[in-house]
């Protein structure tokens, strides 16, 4: 039961052009969402979070925006640069809970 | 500060036997988790800790076994390896709020033959 999912395994895109990476989840007792960056034989890194009170945060190059009633958030890189090549994970925590349920990861190629 | 420690980087075992992967935190964080990595799979949960001596399974415990004696360690014990097991190790850890997601280690590449 794939709580998070990440349908798109991997996502290509031209150097300056926006990137958009989507996520769907299925527990309505998620209140907290988070993107991470995971680059080659490094753990993941945080980058993005936000909670399910909101609809948008943004930092930087990089939007996450919440569709609560759709049950789907989206992570918005512009202008997409070669360093953003990596594979971006999204993960959901429940209501006063501990654990975080991540996705399948999305592979993101920037081409020069 | 060193942030989030694993040890040993990569690890080779037969089947059959046992090891244990080393973890260590100095942010003085709560939460504590083991999570593997697998092809298609993302990051699934194994074991994880909210403090020192609590400790609960994840989504994928079975094989594993964990302790948490103090804040700074949380071990992760392979008792019998099955080449099921080959995968990559994070460790993970974060505050109670969790208002940035855990903090992961640069992980543990295990291949059991």
């Known amino acids: 039961d794939q709580q998070v999912k990440q349908n798109s395994p991997s996502l290509s895109v031209q150097e300056g052009r926006i990137s958009i990476l989507n996520c769907d989840y299925t527990?309505?007792?998620?209140?907290?969402f988070l993107w991470y960056k995971k680059y080659p034989a490094e753990g993941p890194t945080f980058l993005i979070s936000i909670s399910s009170i909101k609809d948008k945060n943004e930092d930087g190059r990089f939007t996450v925006f919440l569709n609560k009633s759709a049950k789907h958030l989206s992570l918005h890189i512009v202008p997409s640069q070669p360093g953003d090549s990596a594979v971006y994970f999204c993960a959901a925590k429940e209501t006063s809970g501990s654990r975080l349920t991540f996705g399948e990861g999305t592979q993101l190629t920037v081409n020069p | 500060n060193a942030g989030v420690t694993q040890t040993p980087k990569f690890q080779v075992l037969k089947t059959g036997q046992s090891m244990t992967l080393q973890c260590a935190q100095d942010m003085n964080h709560e939460y504590m988790s083991w999570y593997r990595q697998d092809p298609g799979m993302g990051l699934r949960l194994i074991h994880y800790s909210v403090g020192a001596g609590i400790t609960d399974q994840g989504e994928v415990p079975n094989g594993y076994n964990v302790s948490r004696s103090t804040t700074e360690d949380f071990p992760l014990r392979l008792l019998s390896a099955a080449p099921s097991q080959t995968s990559v190790y994070f460790c993970a850890s974060s505050y109670r709020k969790l208002n940035y997601g855990y903090t992961f280690g640069s992980g543990t590449r295990l291949t059991v033959v």
């Open positions: 527990n309505s007792m998620f209140d907290y």
